[in-house]
């Protein structure tokens, strides 16, 4: 091989590596880019047209029902959505549960036999669950909705009369980008998922696809699929396993903020806490509480009386028959250790959001 | 005796040695497996100390169990005392700012309480220890939902998460040398002591111990007490582990505490519950469970491992003993 060729294959090469690392130095750009937008305090944007609310919502009433009343971030939002609806005239009832589809039926009976106008399921009953008492209710003429429960990707039950999607797959983009930025585009991750929850497919999808498209050198070294009832049991062991197999993973993302319980003493035990990033999504405040103690380094938070506001616009929205909004209207928002003392200490559900929302919706439907 | 005979009784004698150190020769192999397989990750001291440390908890549980098994009574509440444990010291300390030393004695002796009253129903009321153990579990769950509004609670005392992790022997955390001083107590009550006889005499027949002049329902409530103190022990530990206090998760270890405590009954001392089985029986699952899970293979088969080990030791030791009847249910 002559001088000349190596100088050329030398000169390619290095054209090339300039290049990979243009396109790495890309991704990050972009990905900080999409973060902006959530490290910023939520701003109110209107769901839909101004309304007469309280004309909509007179003499009607809507029976709540959670997944599991023991579920204290869905109890928080129907708390909220009673103190809502006594603002504007609707009488909002929970329907306590334990979680079991049983009582959910019973639920549906109850909301026909005592004339209630809607029922809504909140995050994580599926329609298909109680499908032939969805039939009953709608044919009684009791409207059926959902919320906090569909990804804007899915299909919803056809006997649905409104669902309010959250964006589950903008999630899974938002802990990418930001385990892009925050490793140089350079993440050993190990994914913490629970296939069996509806949410967490297009949640791994956005994060899977962010993460090819901004962060070529990212990669997902294990994946660990833990169903709900074994988090305590499973999870632990799992994440010190994977982290003495492969001791350059430096990002746990455990996707559901509560498995960061069973995260940290792992991380404690392998000598690795404060030294592996954690990111997540919930915005549970005792895992706010995990960021001041730099135990984890991010968390995805959502304001509940944002969400009860929220579905009750929409619940108005459908039993006036105007047109619902295509998803929740609540921003995500990034705790980080440089904000986290917005959510008080110690921290709370409801607390670091703002309050654009209250004269935001209440200007739309008409109260200011 | 015939040539023949004597034959028969050494390999009968060999066939128990082998039987008493069975598990544990498994369990080395199991170890030589996943070494072999992964020699840089698996086969390090690092892995062994989290590994002791982390199944700590789970330990002290399976040794909660066999207390009262042993006595011929159930105690299937113990993974709600743990959870009723941790969560108290959860709430005394995080939310009323109790010091933590006092929280750990008033969760102790939550756990006192708790056997008590499985004794009062027990023994004075003669009803089955499965059903008032599967009532106590149920009613301790909402009793620790309603306490702690079925919110994780976090930021214990420092104090107790260094006491229980935060130093280290030889590497291993602080924690797995409680469940180690657990067993060797529980070891020597057992074998060495006439409180241990009559326990085991009262498992095996009330009516010939009582006929002995054993007391058998003193026994049967000492045993109920120890399973609950212990249990509310496991639950300190677990809070010391967590750093924080969880009102779901603890339930959860009870099948696997169970499975740790039958299969402990098929070695060092095959056909008794036996402390130093019991800890053998719960590394060698947490030791397939980690190789395994090392392996990137699917939970699930964790699942089939522990069920799996569990059937298969039990039934080899049935065999091994010409299926005689035993004392463990």
Redesign the interface.
């Known amino acids: 091989m002559t001088l000349k060729k190596v100088s050329t294959i030398g000169a390619f090469a290095l054209l090339a590596t300039a290049g990979a690392v243009h396109a790495d130095q890309a991704g990050i750009d972009r990905a900080q880019e999409r973060l902006a937008v959530y490290s910023n305090e939520p701003v109110f944007t209107s769901p839909g047209e101004p309304f007469d609310i309280k004309a909509c919502v007179a003499d009607k009433k809507m029976l709540s029902i959670p997944n599991s009343s ?3 971030f869905l ?1 928080g939002i129907i708390d909220r959505m009673r103190a809502v609806g006594e603002d504007i005239g609707l009488e909002v009832t929970e329907w306590e549960n334990q979680g079991q589809p049983s009582q959910w039926v019973q639920g549906f009976d109850f909301a026909v036999r005592d004339g209630y106008d809607v029922i809504n399921l909140i995050s994580g009953i599926s329609p298909d669950t109680v499908l032939p008492q969805v039939q009953a209710a709608t044919d009684a003429g009791v409207k059926v909705t959902t919320s906090h429960f569909y990804d804007p990707s899915f299909e919803p039950n056809e006997l649905l009369s409104s669902t309010l999607p959250v964006g589950f797959n903008e999630i899974g983009k938002i802990l990418a980008n930001w385990t892009t930025v925050n490793t140089d585009g350079k993440a050993k991750i190990a994914l913490i998922v629970s296939r069996e929850v509806p949410p967490t497919i297009p949640l791994v999808d956005g994060f899977m696809s962010e993460l090819a498209e901004n962060c070529p050198d990212c990669e997902v070294v ?1 994946e ?4 709900v ?6 999870i ?3 994440v ?3 982290l ?4 350059d993973v430096d990002v746990v993302i455990p996707i559901y903020d ?1 498995m960061s ?2 995260v ?3 991380l ?3 000598g690795k806490l404060g030294k592996v990033k954690v990111a997540t999504f919930n915005g ?4 706010l ?2 960021i001041t ?1 730099g135990s984890v380094s991010m968390n995805i938070g959502e304001s509940l009386d944002w969400i009860a506001y929220s579905t009750v616009d929409a619940t108005a929205r459908d039993l006036c028959d105007l047109p619902i909004p295509e998803k929740l209207n609540v921003p995500f928002f990034i705790f980080d250790k440089d904000n986290v003392a917005l959510a008080g200490s ?1 921290a709370q559900f409801d607390t670091g959001y703002g309050d654009s929302y209250v004269s935001g919706f209440r200007t739309l439907w008409g109260l200011e | 005796m015939t040539k023949s005979t004597e034959t028969a009784g050494a390999t009968t004698s060999y066939l128990r040695i082998f039987e008493r150190f069975a598990l544990i020769v498994v369990w080395a192999l199991l170890i030589l497996f996943f070494s072999v397989l ?1 020699p840089s ?2 086969f ?1 001291w ?2 062994f100390a ?2 002791f ?3 700590a908890p789970a330990a002290l549980l399976a040794l909660a169990i066999i207390v009262p098994l042993t006595a011929g009574d159930y105690d299937l509440a113990v993974g709600a005392t743990l959870t009723l444990s941790s969560c108290l010291v959860g709430v005394l300390n995080v939310w009323m700012g109790l010091p933590i030393v006092l929280c750990i004695v008033i969760a102790l002796s939550a756990g006192a309480a708790v056997g008590l009253f499985h004794a009062l129903f027990i023994i004075y009321f003669r009803i089955p220890s499965l059903v008032v153990t599967l009532g106590t579990t149920s009613l301790m769950t909402g009793i620790v ?1 309603w306490m702690t ?7 214990i005392d420092n104090s107790l ?1 260094m006491a229980v ?1 935060g130093g280290r022997i030889f590497g291993i ?1 602080y924690s797995f040398y409680y469940a180690i001083a657990a067993v060797l107590v529980l070891w020597y009550v057992f074998e060495f002591t006439p409180l241990g006889r009559r326990l085991l005499f009262v498992g095996r027949g009330r009516e010939v111990a009582r006929l002995n002049g054993v007391s058998v329902d003193k026994m049967r409530v000492g045993a109920l007490v120890s399973s609950g103190v212990i249990a509310s022990a496991a639950g300190v530990l677990y809070a010391g ?4 206090a ?1 009102p ?3 339930l ?2 009870l099948l ?1 505490a169970f499975a740790a405590a039958f299969l402990g009954s098929t070695t060092i001392l095959p056909g008794r519950f036996n402390a130093l089985g019991t800890l053998v029986a719960v590394y060698f699952l ?1 030791t397939g ?2 190789g395994l ?2 392996l ?1 293979i ?2 699930w088969v ?1 699942n089939v491992f522990n069920g799996g080990a569990l059937i298969a030791a039990v039934t080899i030791s049935q065999l091994t003993r010409g299926r005689e009847a035993t004392d463990i249910g």
């Open positions: 023991a579920n204290p109890k294990q660990i699929n833990v169903g009832a074994e988090w305590g049991t499973k632990q062991s799992s010190q396993s994977v003495q197999a492969n001791p509560s319980q069973f940290v003493p792992a404690r035990l392998t549970t405040p005792f895992v509480d995990y103690d110690p | 992964m990750s698996f390090n690092g892995n989290i590994l440390a982390s199944y939902q509004n079925s919110s994780t609670i976090g930021g998460i992790v955390p582990t967590l750093g924080s969880d779901y998760s603890g959860n270890y696997p947490g469970i980690t899970t090392m990137g699917p939970l964790t």
